[in-house]
C-alpha cells in the first residue's frame, strides 16, 4: 500500500463560563475559566471543506454553554463538568458536527490553564477505511500517491 496523504487542520475553540465540582461530597465554590479546545481533524487530500464550516458549526455548539454557569446546563446537572467530563462529552458532539461537515476528528486537547491539559486520542481507522472505499476522492488521492511515490510509467 502506498503513501497516504491526507489534509489536517487544528483548530482552537474558547468556553469562558463558569462551574464547580465536587470534591468529597462537598461542592466547591462556582468560578470562572476560558476553556480552550484544540481539535485535530482530518479529510482526505482531494476534499476541500473551508476552516468556516467547521468553525462555525463547533462555535454554535458552544453558544449555550457561553458565559453560563456549566452546572445548571445538561447534561452537566448529572455529570460532574470536570475538564476531563466536559472534554469526554464535547468530543462525541465535536466528532458528530466535523463528521456531518464531511471531516474525521482525531483528537481533542483541552486545558483549563496554560499549565494543566487532558487529551481525548479518536481511532476511527475501520470508519475511515469504510470511507475511503466508498468516497470517490480517496480513490483520485491513491492514484496520485502512486504517482508521487513510484513516478509516472
Keep these: 500500500m502506498g503513501l497516504r496523504l491526507y489534509r489536517e487542520y487544528q483548530l482552537k475553540f474558547y468556553l469562558n463560563a463558569r462551574h464547580y465540582i465536587v470534591i468529597d461530597g462537598k461542592a466547591g465554590e462556582t468560578h470562572p475559566h476560558t476553556w480552550e479546545f484544540s481539535l485535530d481533524?482530518?479529510?482526505?487530500?482531494?476534499?476541500?471543506?473551508?476552516?468556516?464550516?467547521?468553525?462555525?458549526?463547533?462555535?454554535?455548539?458552544?453558544?449555550p454553554y457561553q458565559n453560563q454557569d456549566i452546572?445548571?446546563?445538561?447534561?452537566?446537572?448529572?455529570?460532574?463538568?470536570?475538564?476531563?467530563?466536559?472534554?469526554?462529552?464535547?468530543?462525541?458532539?465535536?466528532?458528530?458536527?466535523?463528521?456531518?461537515?464531511?471531516?474525521?476528528?482525531?483528537?481533542?486537547?483541552?486545558?483549563?490553564?496554560?499549565?494543566?491539559?487532558?487529551?481525548?486520542?479518536?481511532?476511527?481507522?475501520a470508519e475511515d477505511e469504510d470511507t475511503e472505499l466508498n468516497n470517490m476522492s480517496e480513490l483520485v488521492d491513491s492514484i496520485l500517491d502512486n504517482i508521487l511515490v513510484d513516478g509516472w510509467e
Excluded at 71 to 79: D, K, S, Y
Excluded at 92 to 108: A, C, P
Design 41 to 63: 481533524i482530518r479529510i482526505g487530500r482531494g476534499a476541500f471543506t473551508p476552516f468556516m464550516a467547521f468553525e462555525k458549526g463547533i462555535n454554535r455548539f458552544l453558544a
Design 71 to 125: 452546572n445548571t446546563i445538561p447534561p452537566f446537572g448529572e455529570i460532574l463538568p470536570t475538564l476531563e467530563n466536559m472534554v469526554d462529552y464535547f468530543a462525541g458532539e465535536f466528532d458528530r458536527i466535523i463528521h456531518e461537515i464531511g471531516g474525521s476528528l482525531r483528537r481533542v486537547e483541552a486545558s483549563e490553564t496554560p499549565s494543566r491539559s487532558y487529551i481525548l486520542n479518536l481511532r476511527q481507522e
